[in-house]
């Protein structure tokens, strides 16, 4: 079992539409938490980064953390097609190299 | 800052041909990464460096070799180039960071090129 699952996708919404992406995992001991971006083409990029439980707001960009059931969210309010991308939630382990599985793929549609 | 090179962007290889993929960073990690990403397999880690001259396998090493030889730098290389190691490979760095709120915990932004796209016939 992988120490993190996510959402497989791929998802398809309206512009203007709230998309929901997440991912569970399984070890408690895991303390930060990361959604990466990455467009089609290119590199991935760090999004946002959360520690332990609670919210973070970036714009239009929400992460929640919520250690109770093991769940991580990223909300996008406002969807914009420029949005369409793969989205991942690597295991953040310390310094170790993280570890990504295969991302959700969004598409919004103008 | 030019952040995270990689070069070639693209190349085509015979089965057998061997080749060298540079990666060149200008902001100072300690650490650097080698992952492949093929369709419906995600990032896999092929090998990693903590610090120059220092070298360490990942999740899929088999067939690859690397050195760190500066610090700035990381090469991975196909010695006998097979069809299966088609795919898109990414170099990343990074550097432990500390997070403001709790100085005794750290995490791990890794920091991506822009990936060689490698077709190996």
């Known amino acids: 079992q992988k120490e993190v699952e996510q959402d497989p996708g791929p998802l398809s919404v309206p512009e203007g539409a709230i998309v929901s992406l997440n991912c569970t995992y399984s070890n408690s001991a895991f303390q930060y938490f990361m959604w990466y971006r990455q467009y089609s083409r290119k590199g991935p990029e760090l999004l946002m980064y959360t520690y332990s439980s609670g919210n973070k707001e970036d714009g239009r960009f929400t992460a929640q953390v919520d250690k109770s059931s093991k769940y991580i969210s990223l909300f996008i309010r406002d969807s914009q097609p420029s949005d369409s991308a793969t989205y991942l939630c690597?295991?953040?382990?310390?310094?170790?190299?993280?570890?990504f599985g295969k991302g959700t793929r969004l598409s919004v549609i103008a | 800052n030019a952040g995270v090179t990689q070069t070639p962007k693209f190349r085509v290889l015979k089965t057998g041909q061997s080749m060298t993929l540079l990666c060149a960073q200008d902001?100072?990690?300690?650490?650097m990464y080698w992952y492949r990403q093929d369709p419906g397999m995600g990032l896999r880690l092929i090998h990693y460096?903590?610090?120059?001259?220092?070298?360490a396998k990942g999740e899929v090493p088999d067939g690859y070799n690397v050195s760190r030889l500066k610090k700035q730098n990381f090469l991975l290389g196909l010695e006998s180039a097979a069809p299966s190691q088609t795919s898109v490979y990414f170099c990343?760095?990074?550097?432990?960071?500390?997070?403001?709120?709790?100085?005794?915990?750290?995490?791990?932004?890794?920091?991506f090129g822009p990936g060689t796209r490698l077709t190996v016939l």
């Open positions: 990343a760095s990074s550097s432990p960071t500390s997070a403001p709120y709790q100085q005794l915990k750290t995490y791990n932004e890794q920091f």
């Open positions: 690597p295991r953040v382990d310390g310094n170790t190299p993280l570890v």
């Open positions: 460096s903590v610090g120059e001259g220092t070298t």
């Open positions: 902001m100072n990690h300690e650490y």
